[in-house]
């Protein structure tokens, strides 16, 4: 994906991640977002299964969700981004879950949508597979990168619209890896014509857990790819600083943000996330406010 159609997506502003206490700031008078990002994983039910074969992946939501759907995408735009695509699992590959999105495509018109360089699926012998329930970090490694190339072709051709992937967080690190994290981002952009979802949240967490400057990490990523940016805040727990989604961003992650913003010529949404758990904890005015700090420094 070269950088006139990046160029060409809308400028939409500051998002937030769709959680279901959030709903007054999405679609109060005083809404506090530009648009919404939502994850379809959890709305959607199991693809159809009629005479034992699995329908054309459109999967179905339940009727509320999908009335709550419609009427959230007629007041803001929507973009879509995913955690159950497991782009990194050796075994298989779920088209299925590319043609819900497609599905979803069709039917809301979303302008890019995203997944997380990740796996969280196993394969197991007995031919079931099992979900790991967090996202894991695939190895960067050129036959990994080749892989993951060839399936981002297969979701760019059924699915017309820009593909983002997310950098990883992780809690361990994989030895011997052929290509640091940023070079396997860069080349996997630059091959692949996927775009980037820079969450600089699990940027911080890594830096934090592992002991090297952030900053620099995100000077080594190629930001004419980046088209999202994710911010979030987290805990420590046993000495470890975990991506919770649990409230306010940590001060670092702002002072990068404003210095992104500018560097960053086809960034075109910041998305705030926050788990729905520690919304009642938070405060919606907490939220209301982090999104307005987003927004004063996406307009500058």
Not at 37 to 64: K, S
Request: proline share 7%.
């Amino acid at each position: 994906m070269g950088g006139a159609a990046l160029a060409a997506l809308p400028r939409l502003g500051v998002g937030l991640s769709f959680q279901p206490s959030l709903l007054p700031l999405v679609l109060g008078e005083e809404a506090g977002c530009d648009f919404v990002e939502v994850i379809p994983d959890t709305l959607w039910q199991p693809p159809n299964r009629l005479d034992g074969e699995v329908d054309d992946g459109a999967r179905g939501m339940p009727v509320e969700a999908a009335e709550m759907l419609g009427d959230l995408s007629r007041r803001k735009p929507l973009v879509v981004h995913s955690i159950g695509l497991s782009i990194g699992t050796a075994e298989t590959f779920d088209t299925s879950h590319v043609r819900g999105i497609a599905s979803w495509h069709r039917r809301f018109g979303f302008p890019w949508h995203s997944d997380h360089l990740s796996f969280n699926r196993f394969e197991v012998p007995s031919g079931h597979s099992l979900e790991s329930g967090l996202t894991i970090p695939v190895p960067y490694d050129e036959s990994v990168l080749e892989m993951i190339c060839e399936r981002v072709g297969y979701v760019l051709r059924e699915v017309p619209a820009p593909f983002l992937l997310e950098n990883n967080v992780y809690y361990f690190e994989i030895p011997e890896q052929e290509m640091s994290e940023a070079d396997f981002l860069n080349e996997l952009a630059a091959r692949s014509g996927c775009g980037l979802l820079l969450d600089i949240h699990n940027v911080y967490v890594n830096a934090c857990n592992h002991g090297f400057d952030g900053w620099s990490f995100i000077e080594q990523i190629d930001l004419d790819k980046v088209v999202e940016i994710h911010i979030a805040g987290g805990l420590t727990v046993a000495e470890t600083y975990l991506d919770a989604h649990s409230g306010p961003c940590p001060e670092p992650v702002w002072d990068w943000l404003a210095e992104l913003v500018p560097r960053t010529p086809n960034l075109r949404g910041v998305v705030f996330e926050i788990l729905d758990s520690y919304v009642p904890e938070v405060g919606v005015a907490a939220v209301r406010s982090q999104l307005s700090r987003a927004r004063s420094l996406f307009a500058a």
